[in-house]
């Protein structure tokens, strides 16, 4: 994401960095490949970044992880759920710290598809949707 915003700032007439508000859904990879910890960090700068290249910025969102049964590399399909949580926990301190706003979709297992890392057609998308248009209603 770093790499992608700092693309655009080379685009002449690139209006995305007069934006009042930005929301990030990021980091379901990043937790199963680098760890909670690690993946904190690059929030962290990622936030810094975004502040430092949004002048007008006036809210930024962070949609906390839903759940996860789909192994990763790092983890098994028992131990990702310990650790999506506990770096939901280091982004709720992380957004206290950085003044932005964790945003909480309220996804359960039984939202999720048979892959067990995506929102199923059925019941997820529509939370989702919920989601999409309480957020527009906090930050609109």
Known sequence: MSQFLEQQTKINGNDIFEAN??????CTNDVGNIGATAAIKQCRELIN?????FPKLQEIGWIALSPR??????YNSEEIGIHYHH?????A?????MNFDII?????TQHLHIDGLHP????GRNQMHC?????KRLYC
Not at 93 to 97: A, D
Not at 131 to 135: H, S
């Open 120 to 123: 199923s057609i059925s019941s």
């Open 131 to 135: 989601l999409i248009g309480l957020t």
């Open 21 to 26: 508000v930005i929301v990030y859904s990021l």
């Open 104 to 108: 909480y979709a309220n996804l359960q």
């Open 49 to 53: 970044l975004t502040r430092e290249l």
């Open 93 to 97: 301190e992380l957004g206290k710290e």
């Open 69 to 74: 049964s789909k192994p990763s590399r790092l």
């Open 87 to 91: 770096f939901n926990q280091l982004l």
